[in-house]
């Protein structure tokens, strides 16, 4: 059930990322919407195969490799669903609707099985912790997803290139506006994330080990978040620097969790 | 009752016919009491806009009511009908449908699938509806569900098909560009050079959507305060323009300058530093009005009247590719609704025909068993029970006959046949 839940997510994710790519394509903007239900429908039985999950092995879908990417992937097509319907920017899950399906296709690869591993960092507060810190990438990875789409976008408006792309695409304007959101809503719950993670180290004796890969991803990430948000201050084009801060960000992110990842003893665990 | 249409539009009329043609709001209830008071109509819309003047009516002497329309047109001109013969057009029973639905998609207007025409045939059914007088209402059943039908129709069209999609115009594709920059344009500010006709078209489309601001600067400043007045926006002096370009988010220049007047020295005296907002420069003047090397700036979105047409046949050519659809759409309506329309003209006629049968069998009964008057009642029932049961058999298959003709759109042959072989429209007393 869980695998097989977990493949029919994937499945739709792959049929609406590729019916956007054809809505882009063609560009019929009728097929945006069938894309975003197909993604929605995606979602749900993503859901469903976390809920088997919990049901099945009594445990939340938040230790190991699997069980993690798996939820941010769910995060991530809920950031989707989420600018599709209220942001009524349907294109945007061009990027994150495969960014999802990677994710959930890297999960069944891996396996979505409890990992066995034996934290010392548990209860309520690691539920938070996780939870917290994976609304913050997902808000990260939306932010990633505006910035790409505004320098696509902004260049074929500079070479006036009035063909598909521009069609398609969503103005720079609400690219910027939803890029900027999405870090502002995304930080405090990454901050929070890294703040429940320190209180719990000091609340119970068991100081965090400045070399440990978690801390090291989880602090530079921060740093990299503020860093985006912060491309935004000062003069000349705030916009156009701050889409390229988050791609670059986002681009590290994820260079710098491969890089630990590969260096990381302990194969179970997400880092 | 038949059904027609009879006018002219921009395919058949030059523009000097069409404008004297056109019935102001305020001329279409006389009209069409005219219509119907005279009874040469049933029901009537006149709907009338700069493209097209069109009577839609329901008829019930078809001839007599398209000759009255005819006349009642060629009137406005001061001519006898024949003279104009040549701009009009007649269409009738279903392909009055056709055509009302192909208007109000926009697949018969002068731009393909322009969004007015909708909200104009939307006003002159409502101005139909309205207008009421002594003989009665201007519409009623048929063109209120040829009206009813038509909206469905041009609303599948434009939510089912991209027949309407992209701008179809030089200042609305202007408001294309501006758009995918900024989003909305709702509170933006926006600086107009020149105050001619394009200056005019296109902020009033910028107005439209919501621009805050409008800078007006002409060389004749007088005519700047004109224009700026007329749509709400602030007129400045030409000499003024370049300190109002840090303040605004779009500029559009429609001068008749022989050489540019937003040159890159002027621009960057006005903002020496990097722009920090996107600024969208639309130069619509020939010759441009703006150097061309503006383009380079970092933030600056500059585009000329190519560039826009570009956009315009564009967007004009992806609607056409979609005419097919649109075409299956107005194809499913006509059919929707022809298939109504037959089936209530075929009710009375059946309705007729059995009653017509009914008299008929009664009369023939009655006689026979007045001869027959020592049977026992359980005979008498046996012949009226007979009489029916042979009625009923040889009505049913014209009745299903009559159906199937309204169906398939011979409904009004067929139905005037019926009517002609059984006397139908005779008077009761008439008959034998």
Request: no cysteine; hydrophobic share 45%.
């Given at each position: 059930m869980?695998?097989?839940?977990?493949?029919?997510?994937?499945?739709?994710?792959?049929?609406?990322?590729?019916?956007?790519?054809?809505?882009?394509?063609?560009?019929?903007?009728?097929?945006?919407?069938?894309?975003?239900?197909?993604?929605?429908?995606g979602v749900l039985g993503h859901v469903l195969g976390l809920v088997a999950f919990w049901t099945g092995w009594r445990e939340l879908p938040l230790v190991g490799l699997g069980p993690s990417l798996s939820v941010l992937a769910?995060?991530?097509?809920?950031?989707?669903?989420?600018v599709a319907t209220l942001g009524k920017?349907?294109?945007?899950g061009l990027i994150l609707v495969p960014v999802a399906a990677l994710l959930v296709?890297?999960?069944?690869?891996?396996?979505?099985?409890?990992?066995?591993?034996?934290l010392a960092f548990q209860g309520p507060w690691f539920v938070l912790h996780v939870v917290l810190a994976f609304v913050g990438y997902a808000g990260l990875t939306v932010a990633f997803a505006c910035g790409v789409m505004y320098l696509v976008q902004f260049r074929e408006?500079?070479?006036?290139?009035?063909?598909?792309?521009?069609?398609?695409?969503?103005?720079?304007?609400?690219?910027?506006?939803l890029g900027k959101w999405a870090l502002i809503v995304g930080l405090p719950f990454l901050t929070l994330a890294l703040a429940v993670g320190w209180a719990w180290s000091e609340r119970f004796g068991r100081p965090m080990e400045p070399g440990n890969p978690k801390v090291v991803w989880g602090v530079l990430s921060w740093l990299l978040f503020v860093a985006a948000l912060l491309a935004r201050a000062g003069g000349g084009r705030r916009a156009h620097r701050a889409a390229l801060a988050s791609v670059v960000v986002f681009a590290i992110v994820v260079v710098t969790y491969v890089v630990l990842r590969v260096g990381e003893p302990r194969a179970g665990g997400f880092l | 009752m038949p059904l027609a249409v009879v006018g002219l539009s921009h395919r058949t009329a030059p523009i000097e016919v069409r404008e004297r043609l056109a019935f102001a709001r305020g001329e279409v209830p006389a009209a069409l009491v005219g219509l119907v008071e005279s009874g040469t109509a049933g029901e009537a819309v006149v709907l009338s806009t700069c493209n097209r003047t069109e009577l839609y009516l329901a008829l019930p002497d078809e001839r007599r009511g398209v000759e009255a329309a005819q006349s009642l047109l060629a009137g406005r001109l001061g001519q006898e009908p024949s003279a104009i013969a040549s701009h009009l057009y007649v269409h009738r029973d279903r392909y009055v449908a056709e055509h009302l639905f192909r208007v109000t998609a926009g697949l018969d207007s002068m731009v393909l699938g322009e969004p007015q025409i909708q909200g104009q045939v939307k006003d002159a059914y409502a101005v139909a509806r309205e207008t009421v007088s002594p003989a009665g209402a201007m519409v009623g059943p048929a063109l209120n569900r040829m009206f009813q039908t038509a909206f469905s129709v041009g609303g599948r069209v434009r939510s089912e098909t991209e027949v309407g999609m992209g701008a179809a115009s030089i200042s609305s594709a202007a408001v294309e560009l501006a758009k995918k920059i900024f989003g909305s344009l709702r509170g933006r500010r926006a600086l107009v050079l020149g105050a001619g006709e394009m200056s005019e078209v296109t902020l009033e489309c910028l107005r439209g959507e919501g621009v805050r601001t409008a800078l007006v600067a002409n060389r004749t400043f007088d005519r700047a305060q004109e224009l700026a007045a007329k749509w709400g926006g602030e007129a400045i002096r030409w000499d003024e323009f370049g300190a109002a370009l840090p303040r605004v988010d779009i500029v559009i220049c429609s001068t008749a300058a022989p050489h540019p007047v937003l040159t890159r020295e002027r621009f960057r005296k006005a903002i020496p530093g990097e722009v920090r907002n996107p600024l969208c420069i639309i130069d619509i003047a020939i010759p441009r009005d703006v150097d061309p090397a503006l383009g380079a700036e970092p933030n600056v979105f500059?585009?000329?009247?190519?560039?826009?047409?570009?956009?315009?046949?564009?967007?004009?050519?992806?609607?056409?590719?979609?005419?097919?659809?649109?075409?299956?759409i107005v194809a499913e309506g006509v059919e929707d609704f022809w298939g109504w329309y037959s089936g209530l003209a075929v009710v009375p006629t059946i309705r007729?025909?059995?009653?017509?049968?009914?008299?008929?069998?009664?009369?023939?009964?009655?006689?026979?068993?007045k001869r027959l008057s020592h049977l026992p009642d359980a005979d008498r029932e046996a012949v009226e029970a007979l009489s029916r049961a042979l009625l009923n058999k040889l009505l049913h298959a014209p009745t299903v006959r009559l159906r199937e003709a309204a169906g398939n759109g011979r409904g009004t042959a067929v139905l005037d046949t019926a009517r002609y072989l059984f006397e139908l429209d005779r008077e009761p007393s008439d008959e034998g």
């Open positions: 869980i695998e097989a839940m977990h493949l029919v997510a994937l499945a739709l994710y792959l049929v609406a990322a590729t019916l956007l790519g054809v809505s882009l394509a063609r560009n019929e903007t009728r097929l945006t919407g069938i894309a975003t239900a197909v993604a929605g429908v769910l995060l991530v097509g809920l950031g989707s669903l989420g920017t349907g294109p945007l296709g890297a999960a069944a690869t891996v396996g979505v099985h409890p990992s066995g591993e034996v408006l500079k070479n006036k290139n009035f063909g598909a792309i521009f069609r398609f695409f969503p103005p720079l304007d609400t690219l910027d506006r | 500059l585009y000329n009247i190519d560039d826009l047409t570009q956009i315009v046949d564009d967007n004009l050519g992806r609607r056409r590719a979609q005419l097919p659809v649109a075409e299956s007729d025909l059995r009653d017509h049968g009914e008299r008929v069998r009664r009369e023939e009964v009655e006689r026979t068993l």
